[in-house]
């Protein structure tokens, strides 16, 4: 058998691999040997630990050992399906369920015997497990060697459609069999023994296949470690290459901020004022900028943009400022204007669906120098788009972009001096956070909201109560208020969910709300057709806006006060706390239903309760994370910025801590990556992390 494998060697030459598996792999994100490698368990089965699924209790996470008796579907209310298998031993009978997840069905044939594991929830009297770890027993028990499925702490991995437990089990075990000490190392060996760590190789057989649990857990720590380990030097590295880099002066203030802060109906918080002081000061400094303004929904960081960009501008340079989503772009656009005008100051906007025209006058016009603030989606830093006298960039929701796209602040083609640039974000970040994803940049809080806003009362409510949740929005709307009606819509079943809110949109304009002016917003509509919802939306024309997560971020219609959110426990603290910040902007007092399934699971329930009890979006991110780890909570998994496979920076502060002075000691000894300790980091940079996070600082 050939052994020429390395980790960049793609999944199909491993044995057992043909081209429908490799695909079924893809869909896993599975593509390289490496890919496979980093595939990480998400539990492990202690075999010998299997309960009488008759001793189960509510809360407990358990393992069972029981045979299909009945495997079945059913449609929920909402479009979606219900699979439900029911287990049984000699003591009982358990319930395991899963949602829009149809293949399940095709593996739980009655009679098959299956090891499943999860935490046990009561529904209506009944014990079950809601999408529980398997494992199907007389599956293939010929993959890989003897003893592989059967060992004391046995791996258990996400599986998809075509790849079950046992095969891929098997698959990782023979990566590594063959792979082996041909593993590269990525941590320098001094380091290794400081922190005493145990080797790559060691460390991935160890977490894929421990010996014991303190082996498992040695190589967790080891695997934990190399991935904040690798951040934390990248975040070195910018910071070292940035402080080389000479900013745009600016020292000749003019009266336009002053002008528009005389002009505003309300007066400054103090903190705007602070973080605003900050700002200016670094602006004034020679030294380019780059700040990290945090502060919580409805904090009014856009206020502080605009004063920011309004010095820059009195000064005769150029500013942008970059939204994540066109819905927001074109809100920013909107409200800029407003208070841009007045001032003589000249704005644009410009997102992915500008016609081309239009877009080409828009550039001349920023080319000659005749546009003094441009604002629309990330379509603003493609290549084409010169800014000759750019001096601020202003990146809002830095959150929602990639990591790739914060720090895109080219140099003043003149003098070669850097952009400042100005990263927005309403997650509240725990500081071990915050040095991980934004240890290169200097921070700014925002820790007080206007005056006068009231806290939006926020419930849990039966779907077979929702009657009242509409009288409710009803007599609001009568009142001349206006509603959302949410509904999510996640990547896997996109196709579902956006039938779903396009059939609740039907439903509420015609049974619900006769007489009212409903409307539909998601992400597949044309950037036209968004722009004129929303446009409709925040200028009172529309009293109800059923929609997608498109009104997630940043979007400002103070006038609506009540917000229902269909299948709440499908997102996340920090995405509810996101959607919830759309309403309770103004004086009158705002609600939040939370409109729950009775098949609800014990964990959801309490996680939505959580955050019905708590305004607070720190510790609301802080449950978040304790919950879901951060790469969920920061929605930076599925935008390619480096998704942490095992590491928390939550739970793992110390490490974090760690791993700061182990890199800023390595770069300082060796700032080039060049020696050997750097060359070892360099490569393990360019092979792993260094796809997500560019090594150099565009
Ligand atoms: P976020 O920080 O979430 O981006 P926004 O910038 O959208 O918040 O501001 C939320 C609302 O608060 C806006 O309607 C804005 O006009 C208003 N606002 C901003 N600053 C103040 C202030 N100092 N006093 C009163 N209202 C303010
Ligand atoms: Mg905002």
Sequence with gaps: MATNLDPTTAVQYLKGVGPVRARALGRLG?????????????????RTSALPIGRLRPGQEATVLGEVLTAGERRTRRGGTLQTVSLGDD?????????????????????RRVLASGQVQLHGGQRQLAHPDYELLDEQDQDGPAGLH???LVPVYPLTSGVGQHWLR????????????GLPETLPEGLRRRRRLPGRAEALQGLHFPASAAALEAAHRRLVYEEIFAIQVLMALRRESRRQLEGIRLEKPGDLTRRLVKGL?????GAQRRVLAEILADLRSGAAMHRLLQGDVGSGKTLVALVAALFVIEQGWQAMLMAPTEVLARQHGRTLQRLCDP?????????GSTPAAQRRKVLAGVGAGEIDLLVGTHALIQDDVAMPRLALTVVDEQHRFGVRQRSRGAADKETGRAVHVLVMSATPIPRSLALTLYGDLDLSVIDELPPGRQPVRTELIREDQEDAVWADLRREVAAGRQAYVIHPVIEETEGQDLKAATAEHAR?????????????????LKGREKDEVMDAFAGGAIDVLVATTVVEVGVDVPNATRMVIHNPERFGLAQLHQLRGRIGRGAASSACWLLVDRFLGEEAWQR?????????????????LRRRGPGDAWGVRQHGAPGFRLANPLRDKDLVQDCRADAQELLAADPQLAGPDGLVVRSALQAGFGRALPLSTG
């Design 30 to 46: 599975i593509e390289s040997v490496a890919d496979l490698l980093t595939h990480y368990p998400r539990r492990y089965f202690d």
């Design 91 to 111: 003591t009982g009978v358990v319930f395991c369920v899963w949602f829009n997840q149809r293949f399940v069905l095709k593996q739980f044939r009655p009679g």
């Design 150 to 152: 059967t060992g004391r």
């Design 170 to 181: 098997a698959l990782v075990h023979q990566a590594l069999e063959r792979l082996g000490p």
């Design 265 to 269: 109906p309300f007066a400054l918080t």
């Design 343 to 351: 001032l003589g100051v000249t704005i644009e906007t410009l997102t």
């Design 508 to 524: 509420l304009a015609r049974d619900v709300f006769p007489d009212r002016r409903v409307a539909l917003l998601h992400g597949r």
């Design 608 to 624: 939505l309760t959580f955050f019905a009890g708590h305004a607070d979006g720190f510790a609301l991110a802080e449950e978040d």
